[in-house]
């Protein structure tokens, strides 16, 4: 069962970046892996993913600001995030699945296909 370590959270102002790393347990490029937050009082999201292909993909409101990235060597994957508003603020989990690819419904990255989850990193985006 892999274990997932995300760090590089932090707080920064507007406009601002981060990049949040994800550290596996095991060989990385095994899996899919998925990026998601959680916002204060709001439903868990999801916001990038990987595939088992080194595709990507992203939900609308990150598309052009937010990168996902992934290095088997280190058994990392990587989300860079620039440009960030105060409603980027929230926990950002990353998450593995070993046999599913990424699922999108209606656009929106759902948490099905994931079994593996970190412990979540804080962000915080203030104006």
């Known amino acids: 069962q892999v274990e997932l370590v995300e760090s590089g959270g932090g707080s920064v102002q507007s406009g601002g970046f981060l990049r949040l790393s994800c550290v596996a347990s095991e060989y990385i490029g095994s899996y899919c892996v998925g990026w998601f937050r959680q916002a204060p009082g709001k439903e868990r999201e999801g916001v990038a993913s990987?595939?088992?292909?080194?595709?990507?993909q992203y939900a609308d409101f990150v598309k052009g600001r937010f990168t996902i990235s992934q290095d088997n060597a280190k058994n990392t994957v990587y989300l860079q995030m620039n440009s960030l508003k105060p409603e980027d603020t929230g926990i950002y989990y990353c998450?593995?699945?070993?046999?599913?690819?990424?699922?999108?419904?209606?656009?929106?990255?759902?948490?099905?296909?994931?079994?593996?989850w970190g412990q979540g990193t804080q962000v915080t985006v203030s104006s």
């Open positions: 998450a593995a699945a070993r046999d599913t690819s990424p699922i999108y419904i209606g656009g929106a990255l759902t948490e099905h296909a994931y079994s593996y």
């Open positions: 990987t595939g088992f292909y080194g595709n990507t």
